[in-house]
């Protein structure tokens, strides 16, 4: 079992930074992929980035060039940095963990989800 806790989330004008973490309940070096998620009020879930054990990253088009994952596996600890945020960006954001269970099984695994609110 994974708990995923995330923070960072607030109110900020627009062309604002936010910095979000995800805080997992235990080591994060096993795990396939970790990612970052929003959802808007009326809209579907939508990838915003994630990180693959290797190191690989993959940005949504609307972010790219103005968030970046990172990861720290002192902390156990997952990080969207969001810079030039719109209002378009306010949404809750979700973190998420892929891991390999079993031979056989992969799991994915939610935070809580923290609000971001960009004002105009």
């Known amino acids: 079992q994974v708990q995923l806790v995330e923070s960072g989330g607030g109110l900020v004008q627009a062309g604002g930074s936010l910095r979000l973490s995800c805080a997992a309940s235990r080591s994060i070096t096993s795990f396939n992929k970790m990612g970052w998620y929003r959802q808007a009020p009326g809209k579907q879930r939508e990838l915003v980035a994630t990180i693959t054990s290797g190191g690989s990253t993959n940005n949504a088009d609307s972010v790219k060039g103005r968030f970046t994952i990172s990861r720290d596996y002192a902390k156990n600890t997952v990080y969207l940095q969001m810079n030039s945020l719109k209002p378009e960006d306010s949404a809750i954001y979700y973190c998420?963990?892929?891991?390999?269970?079993?031979?056989?099984?992969?799991?994915?695994?939610w935070g809580q989800g923290t609000q971001v609110t960009v004002s105009s």
């Open positions: 998420n963990a892929v891991v390999r269970t079993t031979i056989i099984e992969i799991r994915n695994y």
